[in-house]
């Protein structure tokens, strides 16, 4: 309002955009690294094509565009043996793990955000590679082979909750 004789007023409708700068870098969450940057994962050596390994996750405070995080792998021990979705960040094996003489696989991930200039994160995954399936098999025969023990205490442990589980279906048809 002005401060004439007669008061004139206006509006105006203003839109401000703004716009993220890609000032933050990727954080990586998950798998929370050990020592420094490098994250130790085990695999057996009998994982089939398609076992999910491991999942990186990571989040980015920009926003929009700027906060689009992609993932790949950098360096890999045995470059044909895993592969990582660029969306998710989940780590598979391509194929079968052969080479019984590399028992350690060590994976660097690089996690970049979609901004102009592109920021990123690195981390080091320690793949541990064991003859998993036999030792574990092994161990559940050697726990089968102890003595069916059932004590009593279970067994009045099971006759006291059927009775009141009949008890309460009693009151309830009576309440009904």
Partial sequence: EDSGTVPLSSNASVD????DQNDNAPVITHPAPQYGSTVTETVSRFAEPGYLVAKVSATDADSGKNSRLSYQ????TDPGLFTIS???????TIRAILNKGLNKQRLVIVVKDNGAPS????????????EGKTEMLSEMDSLSEGPAYVSDRNFYLVISLGLLSVVFLVILVILA
């Fill in 16 to 19: 401000i955009i703004i716009l």
């Fill in 73 to 76: 792998i950098f360096q890999a």
């Fill in 119 to 130: 920021l990123s994160a690195t981390m080091t995954i320690i793949i541990s590679v064991e």
């Fill in 86 to 92: 660029s969306d998710s960040g989940e780590i598979w």
